[in-house]
């Protein structure tokens, strides 16, 4: 038996099909179709000339989806399946079909399928997948470390002593690496949930940079890496201090431990338009691929585990970095040359008419508690 | 041809060979990927696959034979159409049998570490795949005109093929270390150059389909529009 729908209800409901952003495919028992949406037409990049009446294999070859259909018409229940598509590009949908029954008819007049775009959630699993395996694996390495001297020094070594001493360094050194990383953690869950209150207050910018050069000497004279503040004086940031400091001294701690010896990073900043300020933290290190570019502001996202490794750092600055920065409106980017360096470029606001005189500068807090550095 | 002026019977061919079309590109999608991102679990699934392709050809097979015996019922077109399935379904499983190949070179490939760079195999590929589709967009539109696009760009694969068979033998003389993995590839650029052989041959059938004539082995099949 076959269906059609009656002159008034057809144009109803295809403005309420129109405006759904899930694909749309109603067919009848013979496999016809009798409805489809323009989410469809995407989802199958139907061309605009396949008019008049179609069958689902004009649709689609694709073989999930027709046995989804035939098997919600011979059995009467509903289909569910993920499926592949790729057209432009490849994506995933979750497919459902379900039977179509009318109050006048005995049987099951045909089939609704609906395909909800999944793929945003699958690429958003991935990397929750892969932050918990990085994740597990950042927590084991430095956490073996300790359990084996622990039990070296348990096993006598304790009373050796010409490196007792040594061994509980390599033990504080990796459970203060471990404590960080659990900081650092607790730090982004809250700003990703939004617990991080954030107090914008108009900063300015030399002397912030200035205060923070104290900060970042030791790490730079380490590495013979020299730290320029070229912000002109008078350029303002409307920021939260605390979020502002966490923001520069990762990009630049970053610049300076990816750095060369003998090496330089520079800060420079001014306004973009009335609205934005726009301040650059450039590095003559060793650069990023541009294969990595587009991941590295993921949590936990190594370009070089060996690398990393040798330089510390919990691999979370930069996931931290993105979201303080995003939370107070603003953007970040970057752009890399391997081998030559690396530029990472923050978006923030411009305090409102903000005066041409720089106002005293309020020094960022230094954080309380154990999490502090 | 209109869809709906076929036989309901000759109609359930139709979604079937169709059907048996997305199943091989599906394969042939799949083998190129198990090579391209070096994925072997990928590459047995399509091996695995292969045994439902052939079946569905055998079913088609039939159902032609048993379409025939009652032809005096069946119109001109519909007639038409059986012999078009009797023909494109076998291009159809060979295609198949070609991913299978594919997949099982993708498999020992992956064992060995990469050959630097695959060259301009992956466009080789993604032509071969993209003539698959238009052939079978052309034969489920009976469209003559797409037909005949895509039998042109047949002549895109088989430069193509010459160039990487080129650059392929010049690696083998250069490294001799790159040799087994070489011929591998030559035998991968094979199968998808009588892949894009096949695409051409669906495309002369939905010619025969659409207009009633053949245009296998003239000059036609690429020259009118």
Known sequence: MSFRLDQYSQPLLEAVL?????????IDRQMEVVLYNQAAVDVFN??????????????????TIHDGFRQVLEESRPFDANLEISGVQERAFS??????????AHEVVGAIGVFFDVTQLVRLERVRREFFANLSHELRTPLTSILAYVETLLNGAIYDSENNLQFLRII????ARMQNLVCDIADLSAIEAGEFRLEPVAIDLKAFVDNLAVLVAPEAEARKVRFRNEVAPGVQVQADPQALEQILMNLIINAVKFNRPEGEVSVT????????????VRDTGVGIEAKHLPRIFERLYRV????SQEVGGTGLGLAIVKHLVLNHGGDVSVDSVPGVGSEFRVRLPRPPGAAARAPALETAAAPDGACAG | MDAFALDARVQGLRDKVLLLGGQAEDSLSRAIGALVRRNSALAEQVIRDDDAIDLVESELDEDCASLLIKAAHLSPSDLRFVIGVLRTTPMIERIADHAVNIARHALRLNDEPELKPYIALPRM??????MLSDALDALTQSDAAKARQTIRRDDEVDLLYRRIFAELTAFMTKDSAAVLRAAELLFVIKHLERIADYATNICEQVVYLAEGRAIKHTPDAWQRD
Request: glycine content about 8%; aromatic content about 4%; overall charge positive.
């Open chain 1, 18 to 26: 129109g405006s759904l952003r899930e694909g749309i495919i109603v």
């Open chain 1, 46 to 63: 139907l061309s605009p000339v396949m008019t008049g009446p179609l069958r689902l294999i004009d649709i689609t070859r694709n073989k």
């Open chain 1, 95 to 104: 497919f459902r079909a379900t039977p179509l029954l009318m109050p006048s």
């Open chain 1, 172 to 175: 504080n050194k990796h459970a």
């Open chain 1, 269 to 280: 900043a001014g306004f973009e338009g009335d609205l934005r300020t726009l301040i650059v």
């Open chain 1, 304 to 307: 070089d585990k060996s690398r």
């Open chain 2, 125 to 130: 590929a993604a032509l071969a795949q993209e």
